[in-house]
C-alpha cells in the first residue's frame, strides 16, 4: 500500500531512468495528460521529488506531472524495446525506459507553480530532512478528533497511510479511536518522532517492516493480522473500518485514555 516511504522509493527507482533524460514519447489515459503532450514531449526531467504520498516530476518545459498513487496505483519500469504495460494513466518513454504509473487515481499535468501550492496546504513532510514537530503538533490540535483521524490527515503531516497508522498507535499504546483531547503534547510528538524513524528505515530496498523483523507475518505489529494474537500480549488483534480505513489494534495493549 503506498505510504511515504513507498513514494520515496518510488522516486529512488524512477530518477536513474528519467532524470536528465528527454522524454522520447507519452503515453496516457488520463485527461489531462492527453491534453498537455505537448508539455511533456521533447522536454527533459529536470528533478523527481516526494511530498508525503506525492510524486512531482519536474520538466524543462515549466511544467510538471504530479502523481498520487492512491489506494490502488502503482509505477513500473520497463526496457523502452517492450510494450508499455496496459492502461498505463500516464507512461513517459525515454530513449531507453518506459516509465508507467497504472490505477492511479491523480494523474496531473500543470505548472510547476500551481503543483506546488496545491501541495503547500500539506503538513510537513515527514520524510524531509528536518521535521518540524511543533507545527505538526499545532496543526493537530487546531483540527481535533481521533488519533486514528489526525495521522491519516495530510494537512497535519504528510506521508502517513493506513499501515503505519495502525502501528503508530500500537507503539504509542494508544486505541487509535482515542481522541485527541486525551493525548499530552509530550505523548502525541512521540507518535510523530516514531513516524519519521519508520519512514526513513523503510526507505530503500526490501519490504516495509515496523517491527524491525522481515519475513511474512513478522513485518507488523497489528497492521493485517485481525484474529491473531498480539506479539507482545498475545489477545487477539481486532480490526474496524472497510478496505479504505481498516484499522488495527490489541484491545488489551491499546487503551482508550481518559
Ligand atoms: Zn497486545
Given at each position: 500500500?503506498?505510504?511515504?516511504?513507498?513514494?520515496?522509493?518510488?522516486?529512488?527507482?524512477?530518477r536513474?531512468?528519467?532524470?536528465?533524460?528527454?522524454?522520447?514519447?507519452?503515453?496516457g489515459?488520463?485527461?489531462?495528460?492527453?491534453?498537455?503532450?505537448?508539455?511533456?514531449?521533447?522536454?527533459?526531467?529536470?528533478?523527481?521529488r516526494?511530498?508525503?504520498?506525492?510524486?512531482?516530476?519536474?520538466?524543462?518545459?515549466g511544467?510538471?506531472?504530479?502523481?498520487?498513487?492512491?489506494?490502488?496505483?502503482?509505477?513500473?519500469v520497463?526496457p523502452?524495446?517492450?510494450?508499455i504495460?496496459?492502461?498505463?494513466?500516464?507512461?513517459?518513454?525515454?530513449d531507453?525506459?518506459?516509465?508507467?504509473?497504472?490505477?492511479a487515481?491523480?494523474?496531473d499535468?500543470?505548472?510547476?507553480?500551481?503543483?506546488?501550492?496545491?501541495l503547500?496546504r500539506?503538513?510537513?513532510?515527514?520524510?524531509?530532512?528536518?521535521?518540524?514537530?511543533?507545527?505538526i503538533l499545532?496543526?493537530?490540535?487546531?483540527?481535533?478528533?481521533?488519533l486514528?483521524?489526525?495521522?491519516?490527515?495530510?494537512?497535519?503531516?504528510?506521508?502517513?497511510?493506513?499501515?503505519?497508522?495502525?502501528?503508530?498507535?500500537?507503539?504509542?499504546?494508544?486505541?487509535?479511536?482515542?481522541?485527541?483531547?486525551?493525548?499530552?503534547?509530550?505523548?502525541?510528538?512521540?507518535?510523530?518522532?516514531?513516524?519519521?524513524?519508520?519512514?526513513?528505515a523503510?526507505v530503500?530496498?526490501?519490504?516495509?517492516?515496523?517491527?524491525?523483523?522481515?519475513?511474512?507475518?513478522?513485518?507488523?505489529w497489528?497492521?493485517?493480522?485481525?484474529?491473531?494474537?498480539?506479539?507482545?500480549?498475545?489477545?487477539?488483534?481486532?480490526?474496524?473500518?472497510?478496505?479504505?480505513?481498516?484499522?488495527?489494534?490489541?484491545p488489551r495493549?491499546?487503551?482508550?485514555?481518559?
Amino acid at each position: 500500500m503506498p505510504e511515504g516511504d513507498s513514494v520515496a522509493n518510488d522516486a529512488l527507482k524512477l530518477r536513474p531512468v528519467l532524470v536528465g533524460k528527454e522524454i522520447a514519447d507519452v503515453y496516457g489515459t488520463k485527461g489531462s495528460v492527453r491534453s498537455n503532450v505537448g508539455r511533456l514531449r521533447g522536454h527533459k526531467v529536470e528533478s523527481i521529488r516526494t511530498v508525503g504520498k506525492n510524486l512531482v516530476i519536474d520538466l524543462d518545459s515549466g511544467y510538471s506531472l504530479h502523481v498520487h498513487l492512491g489506494m490502488t496505483g502503482r509505477w513500473r519500469v520497463v526496457p523502452a524495446d517492450r510494450k508499455i504495460p496496459g492502461s498505463a494513466g500516464v507512461a513517459l518513454t525515454t530513449d531507453s525506459h518506459h516509465a508507467a504509473c497504472l490505477g492511479a487515481p491523480t494523474v496531473d499535468v500543470d505548472r510547476t507553480p500551481a503543483i506546488d501550492a496545491r501541495l503547500s496546504r500539506l503538513g510537513p513532510d515527514l520524510l524531509s530532512e528536518s521535521v518540524d514537530t511543533g507545527e505538526i503538533l499545532k496543526r493537530a490540535r487546531q483540527r481535533g478528533g481521533s488519533l486514528a483521524e489526525i495521522l491519516l490527515d495530510q494537512t497535519v503531516a504528510a506521508g502517513v497511510g493506513n499501515v503505519y497508522k495502525s502501528e503508530l498507535a500500537f507503539l504509542a499504546r494508544l486505541h487509535p479511536e482515542t481522541s485527541l483531547d486525551r493525548i499530552d503534547d509530550a505523548a502525541l510528538a512521540g507518535v510523530y518522532e516514531n513516524a519519521v524513524r519508520l519512514l526513513r528505515a523503510n526507505v530503500g530496498p526490501g519490504r516495509r517492516t515496523t517491527t524491525g523483523e522481515r519475513g511474512r507475518g513478522r513485518e507488523t505489529w497489528v497492521y493485517g493480522r485481525a484474529g491473531r494474537a498480539c506479539r507482545r500480549c498475545s489477545a487477539r488483534i481486532e480490526s474496524s473500518g472497510g478496505a479504505e480505513r481498516v484499522t488495527y489494534w490489541c484491545p488489551r495493549c491499546q487503551v482508550m485514555a481518559s
